[in-house]
Structures are given as C-alpha cells and as structure tokens.
C-alpha cells in the first residue's frame, strides 16, 4: 500500500535559522531557540559574549559571527557568504520572534537574583536603572553625530528617593566608572553572567533604561519600563524594541539629542514615571 506521509528532509536540506543583532534581539527569540535546541543557527551579533547565551540554552549547532559597527557588520554579511556560498541566502530564514515571553534561569541564577533584591535593608518599592548605552548603540550614535552620552550622573541622583529602593544595573567597570554611591537603598548589579542580570530585573516595579537589552527584558515582561533613547530615526530600532510597547502602554519613552543637555527635562520626566500610580 502507498502511503501518503512526506518524508521529514533530511537535517542538511532543512532551512537554517539567521540570528542577527545583540541580547535584546535574542531575548524576543529566547523562546524559539529554548525549544528548537536542534536547528542550525547562523548567530551575527554584536554581543561579544552571545555564545554563553546559546550554550546556556542548549543550542547544538551554532556559527558565530561578531561585529562592533556597521563597517564589521558588513565584514561579517561577506565572511557568512564566504563560508556558506551564495546559496545560503535561500536556505535560511530570520529566527521568530515574539514582543512579550516568560522566561526559565537556572536554580542558581534565580538564587543570586533573589539574594540581590533580598539583601536591602528596608522592604520598599523597587526601582531598576540602567543608565548605560550598548556598545553597538554607542557606534550608531557616532554614526549621527550625536554625542553618546550615558544617563547623567545627576539625574540619577536626582531621582533616587529615601522610600524606595533601586537597583542599578551595569558592567562592574562601567558603575566604579560612573560615581554612583551604593547607600543602603542602592544596590549594584553586576554578575558575571548577563544573564543572573538579566534575570534580577522581573523584581523591579518600574525600569528606567537607554539602548540596551535591559529595557528589552523590563518591557517584555510587562514592567513599566521608561526609555531614554537618541532623537533621531531609527526604523529597525522603533519598531523591534520601541513601537509595540508603547501602543501597549508598557513603555515611556523619552527623546533626545544630548542628554547631557537634556539633564532637567530627563530628570522631570523620570521623577513623574517612577511617582505616576
């Protein structure tokens, strides 16, 4: 007798999955990547460290290409050319991805996580801040000649109140770099893994952020999440990681060309976030 059942294709003829951008792109595809562990991925990101991330979630069959600026970007488009031939452009397809996900740490990221948020003095309302800019989005702003200024030190200052506590996300070099003081409703965080990072945000009620994954993770779980980003136009950006969540109410988002300049204006805006019910 015939059967009609097709035949599964073979693993090589099975279309390959295109990853390009940094951790907040790969956390919109956290899920896929967490339950199709099998595909192939070609992974072209500007996060020196993505290989952590798909080791951490069991991917199998991964091909690494980094860049740091749209210049190495393109260095990267050629070496996949290169390594995979011509035909490699109809034999993959962008990875899915999705604006809002659950997401599932380790027993041990969850431990440092909570331990973090557990280790204020005082049981009060929880702020998280991340008054930094990506690598990569400091080269676009170079790329409009716009300055790549980071959350002033003053405004951060500005805004941390006695009744609430605040979590100040960063790489370690970058917050002994800024000048923040650690009082008792100030807490650092800075794992070793992104990720345990990453992970701490879900115990913030309300996140303030610029370009970078960590406002990513605040609004696709639904935190009220603040964003300070460069006044000028950027599509892949606006509708990836800005557009969906402000029509969705989760996201602020405040514009400018120098924030520096900007100290007053930012500094009002986020005070009325944070106080807004």
């Known amino acids: 007798m015939e059967s009609n059942a097709k035949a599964e294709p073979a693993q090589s003829d099975k279309m390959k999955i295109y990853v390009r951008?940094?951790?907040g792109d790969i956390l919109q595809s956290w899920w896929?990547?967490?339950?199709?562990?099998?595909d192939e991925y070609i992974v072209h990101?500007?996060?020196k460290n993505v290989k952590e991330i798909f080791d951490y979630l069991g991917a199998k069959n991964v091909s690494y290409y980094n860049f740091s600026d749209m210049e190495s970007h393109n260095d990267g488009v050629d070496a996949i050319l290169k390594d995979f031939g011509q035909e490699i452009q109809q034999q993959t397809?962008?990875?899915?991805?999705?604006?809002?996900?659950?997401?599932?740490?380790s027993f041990q990221d969850e431990e440092l996580s909570l331990s973090a948020f557990e280790s204020f003095e005082k049981d009060q309302y929880t702020v998280g801040i991340h008054p930094f800019?990506?690598?990569?989005?400091q080269s676009v702003y170079k790329d409009h000649n716009l300055p790549c200024s980071i959350l002033p030190l003053e405004v951060a200052k500005s805004v941390i109140e006695e009744d609430k506590n605040y979590l100040i996300f960063g790489r370690s070099?970058?917050?002994s770099d800024y000048g923040l003081e650690e009082p008792s409703n100030v807490k650092f965080v800075s794992f070793p893994s992104i990720l345990?990072?990453?992970?701490?945000?879900?115990?913030?009620?309300k996140f303030i952020g610029l370009d970078s994954c960590f406002k990513s993770m605040s609004s696709m779980q639904r935190i009220p999440t603040l964003c300070v980003i460069g006044d000028f136009p950027d599509?892949?950006?606006?509708?990836?990681?800005?557009?969906?969540?402000?029509?969705?109410s989760v996201m602020t988002v405040i514009k400018t060309k120098n924030t520096t300049e900007d100290q007053e204006y930012i500094t009002t805006s986020i005070k009325r976030f944070i106080n807004d019910e």
Do not use: W
């Open 196 to 205: 345990t990072s990453l992970n701490t945000i879900k115990y913030c009620k």
């Open 21 to 23: 951008g940094g951790v």
């Open 173 to 175: 070099q970058e917050l």
């Open 45 to 47: 990101s500007h996060y």
């Open 32 to 38: 896929y990547i967490h339950n199709n562990k099998d």
């Open 235 to 248: 599509n892949t950006r606006d509708v990836m990681f800005i557009d969906q969540y402000v029509k969705d």
């Open 93 to 105: 397809k962008d990875i899915p991805r999705a604006f809002y996900s659950s997401f599932a740490f």
């Open 133 to 137: 800019r990506s690598d990569f989005a």
